[in-house]
């Protein structure tokens, strides 16, 4: 009897024990989803005609997972919707259409933007891994932030595309490290699964209110592309410098590249390649929380003096705009684009002024 209460005793107590650690460890983890999105619309008057255009909507959804207080995971996805046919003159909103086989590929009604799942450890880092913004672009959003123009001369969208293939921009099947040593911040990219390979680094250096960067990104051109490409190797390079200044009122960011790989596309079965050299400057002024204003220039020459443009290729848009916040998250933006360039084709190289509107909106879900 009492060796059978014996018994008894120590499994209540060892169930006991089992239970307060299960609950310990279910109290460790919180779970957050937060819900994001932008809905941004326009009109906008170029050659000599008023159109209604989007500018780069899309809807994306976080969730994170607190492993426990050092470590954290998380997993993104994010889609940009399409609800306008017309013109598109923000290359953020460009897709990962294959720029060679499908040149002409009608926009589909939702398109990945994001899609990776990552861990982040407090000293040891973060490991990223699926379609994500590589570690060349932690350098160019230095000045790719207009409302709607800008981002045109560091070599991150190539012919249309949203950089996934070589992986300057959103960077596909992309595994990256980044990690902060004190006043610096690393990165570390490769694509090593799939059709892609790509190397990437970037190095940050900031103090206050002042950074400054460098980047590098090599990709290999796929044996069965290079027969549409004219002088082009094996592989391409880009390689980026640039610094910002951010307070309250400033934000001044200044990049320069250069491009391995600038392309223009002469007919649906051949793309000529071309080297060149970039610069991009963007400025911000916020006089007050109502109003920023906005200016600056994308300018980028043709590095050999390529003999299809006769050693005169340019590409040169200033820029500017206007914008008033009825909140930190909905505005009224008017921009203008102002182009004196000298490109073989000129579907994105013309003079635009626009108005219009956005509204972008986070919800964290319980």
């Not at 989007?54 to 995971?73: D, F, W």
């Not at 690393?186 to 940050?204: H, I």
């Amino acid at each position: 009897m009492i060796k059978h209460l014996t018994c008894t005793i120590i499994l209540i107590t060892v169930s006991l024990s089992m239970t307060a650690q299960v609950n310990n460890h279910v109290n460790n983890i919180v779970d957050s989803i937060s819900l994001y999105g932008k809905f941004s619309v326009h009109g906008a008057v170029f050659k000599n005609k008023l159109e209604f255009q989007e500018n780069a909507p899309k809807l994306g959804v976080i969730i994170h997972r607190r492993i426990n207080p050092n470590t954290r995971v998380c997993g993104v996805l994010e889609y940009r919707y399409h609800i306008i046919n017309g013109t598109e003159f923000n290359n953020d909103a460009a897709t990962p259409a294959d720029f060679i086989n499908h040149p002409f590929e009608e926009i589909e009604a939702f398109v990945s933007r994001l899609a990776y799942v990552g861990v982040n450890h407090k000293k040891l880092g973060s490991i990223t891994y699926g379609k994500q913004w590589g570690v060349y672009f932690d350098i160019a959003s230095y000045t790719d932030r207009y409302t709607v123009f800008g981002g045109g001369a560091m070599g991150v969208y190539a012919v249309g595309t949203d950089g996934g293939w070589k992986g300057t921009g959103r960077a596909d099947k992309s595994l990256i490290y980044r990690n902060s040593l004190g006043d610096f911040k690393l990165g570390m990219q490769s694509q090593l699964f799939g059709d892609y390979v790509n190397y990437g680094l970037s190095l940050q250096y900031q103090r206050n209110k002042l950074k400054f960067g460098l980047g590098y990104n090599c990709a290999q051109i796929q044996k069965e592309f290079r027969v549409y490409f004219r002088d082009i190797g094996d592989a391409i390079t880009n390689i980026i410098a640039g610094a910002q200044y951010v307070n309250k009122k400033y934000n001044i960011g200044l990049t320069a590249a250069f491009n391995d790989d600038e392309f223009t596309r002469l007919s649906e079965d051949k793309v000529v390649s071309f080297s060149a050299l970039g610069i991009e400057l963007f400025s911000s002024y916020r006089p007050s929380t109502r109003f920023e204003i906005q200016g600056g220039f994308n300018y980028m020459i043709d590095n050999n003096k390529n003999k299809l443009y006769d050693g005169k290729y340019r590409l040169f848009h200033l820029i500017g705009g206007l914008n008033y916040y009825l909140d930190r998250n909905t505005f009224f933006y008017t921009s203008f684009r102002l182009d004196n360039s000298n490109l073989l084709v000129g579907a994105k190289t013309n003079s635009v002024f626009l108005i219009g509107f956005t509204y972008n909106f986070t919800k964290l879900l319980d």
